[in-house]
């Protein structure tokens, strides 16, 4: 809806720079009126969301009943709608993953480099990457709090961070985590229909935000050209416009059932699904320290 919001108000914006007709009338008219349609459910929430209405209680009603997960379907296709049982159907055991095809590209120098001190300009750097406006974690202390009074709490927040990634304090400590399970269809029946969203403590957030920074430096090694994300320096754009030649050849290609297809393949080992003991392995296969 943002994105059909962003659009209708940049026809707006170029109607209103050109010169003004029938044409250009009615067709602003029209605009207008949808971009009305869209507003619409906004300011009904706005003006009645709030209020102990009828218009709440059934919102509220639906919106629990849309996030309540009553029943999982597990790898071997058996249902379960037992809260002991919905629980451990998402806990499924470790694929045992052949490794052999990770490159040994971390040299000494580069997990040196990786191994040493953060500074305090480094996690002040993190922090001031990180949106304050993202939803708090168990504590309920959002990001804005801790940016509108960093001259107060950032020595003690900064603290934290040099001793939990000098292994001083315990990462367990902050480590609780609300989890959200957002479904990624309409009507998800087992775990893979599920898109989990952490919702971490700043602190923690600042700690993993300093790290990603620093492994940054090594990822074009570790990392396939055929991967254009998550990379300083590359472009998702030129996967695209690849697909999309390849997807105009097959269509436009004349030579009948043997010009080839198009596979979709989804990585069993990707966001959500990776585990900690298989995200070790890659990591020491790919030769980073296990000092650090």
Known sequence: MRVKINDLEKKISNLMDRPCNVNSSRLLKSIRGKLGYLYEPRTQWLREGDKNTRYFHVRATSRKKKNSIERLKDSHEVWHDDKNEICTSTIEPNEDFDLHYIPTCITDSMNKNLNKDFTNAEILAAFNQMDPRKASGVNGLPGSFIKEHWQTVGADVSRLCHETLRDVKDIYKINETLLVMIPKIENPCDMTNFCPISLCRVVYKIISKVLANLLKEVLFVCISQ???????????????????????YLRSSKNGPNKGCVIKLDMSKAYDQVEWRFLERVLLKFSFSSDG
């Open 226 to 248: 055929n991967q254009s994300m998550f990379v300083p320096g590359r472009m998702i754009h030129d996967n695209v416009l690849i697909a999309h030649e390849l997807v105009h």
